[in-house]
C-alpha cells in the first residue's frame, strides 16, 4: 500500500467558489479513492476512479486521475458552508492495507 | 448509513490502567483497520486485518494491540496507558476478497485522554 500526499495543506475560499485539491502517489494503482473528513469525525467516502477511468462525477464532485503523472484531483464547485472539512485520497494497490496522508483543509466563507 | 461503531465515544482514564477500545460492524466485513490521529493531524494505520485470526501491524509503530476471533468485532488495548496515548482512534471496515476496490466505512472515533 502507499499514502498519497494532498496539496494544498488547506485552502480557503467563498460560499460559491470551486475548490480544487491534489493528490501525488508513488506506484501503480487499482483505483484512488477520496474521503472527507468532518472536524473531529470518522472519514466519509465521496468518490472512487479506476485506473482505467480519466474522470468521474459525483453530484459537485469531478474527480480526475492522470496515472503517467501518478496524480490525481478533487474538484467541489459551487461550494457551501456544509463542505468545510478536511479531504483526504487513498491510492490502493493489491494489498489490503488502507493509508492516508495528511489531507488538504478546506473552509467555506459565508 | 455505516454499521460500524466505536465505544466509548470519549474516555478519560489514569495513567498505567488497561484499556480495550470496541470496534464492531455488522456488515460482514473482513478488512478492518485502526487509526491514529491527533486533531488536525495525519491519520495514521496502527492495525489492520483481513479476517479473523489475521493481524498486521500498520505504518506507525503503536504499543497497543488487537485481536480478531469474529469477524464482526475488532478491539484494540492498550494494557499501560501513558499520556502519550491521548490521541482520537478511528476503526474502519471494507469488504473483502474480490472487492478490493470498494470503499471503507468509519467509525465516529473514540477520543482517548489519558492523565
Known amino acids: 500500500s502507499q499514502q498519497g500526499e494532498e496539496d494544498p495543506q488547506a485552502l480557503s475560499i467563498q460560499e460559491g467558489e470551486n475548490a480544487t485539491m491534489n493528490c501525488s502517489y508513488k506506484t501503480s494503482i487499482n483505483n484512488l479513492q477520496w474521503y472527507r473528513q468532518n472536524s473531529g469525525r470518522g472519514l466519509v467516502h465521496l468518490i472512487l476512479i479506476r485506473s482505467n477511468e480519466r474522470e468521474k462525477h459525483s453530484g459537485r464532485l469531478r474527480v480526475t486521475l492522470d496515472t503517467s503523472k501518478k496524480s490525481s484531483s478533487l474538484l467541489i464547485t459551487a461550494s457551501r458552508a456544509a463542505d468545510t472539512a478536511s479531504y483526504f485520497c487513498?491510492?490502493?494497490?493489491?494489498?489490503?492495507?488502507?493509508?492516508f496522508g495528511a489531507g488538504t483543509t478546506v473552509t467555506v466563507r459565508a | 448509513e455505516a454499521d460500524i461503531y466505536q465505544t466509548p465515544r470519549y474516555l478519560v482514564i489514569g495513567t498505567g490502567k488497561k484499556i480495550t477500545l470496541e470496534c464492531s460492524q455488522t456488515m460482514g466485513h473482513d478488512k478492518m483497520y485502526w487509526y491514529q490521529q491527533d486533531p488536525g493531524m495525519e491519520l495514521h494505520l496502527i492495525h489492520y486485518?483481513?479476517?479473523?485470526?489475521?493481524?498486521e501491524k500498520g505504518d506507525l509503530s503503536s504499543e497497543s494491540t488487537v485481536s480478531r476471533i469474529r469477524t464482526e468485532h475488532f478491539p484494540l488495548t492498550l494494557e499501560s496507558a501513558r499520556p502519550s496515548h491521548t490521541s482520537q482512534y478511528l476503526c474502519?471496515?471494507?469488504?473483502?476478497?474480490?472487492?478490493?476496490?470498494?470503499?471503507?466505512?468509519f467509525g465516529q472515533g473514540t477520543r482517548l485522554t489519558v492523565v
Open positions: 486485518s483481513y479476517g479473523v485470526n489475521s493481524t
Open positions: 474502519a471496515s471494507s469488504p473483502g476478497t474480490g472487492a478490493m476496490n470498494t470503499e471503507a466505512f
Open positions: 487513498a491510492p490502493r494497490s493489491n494489498d489490503y492495507k488502507l493509508s
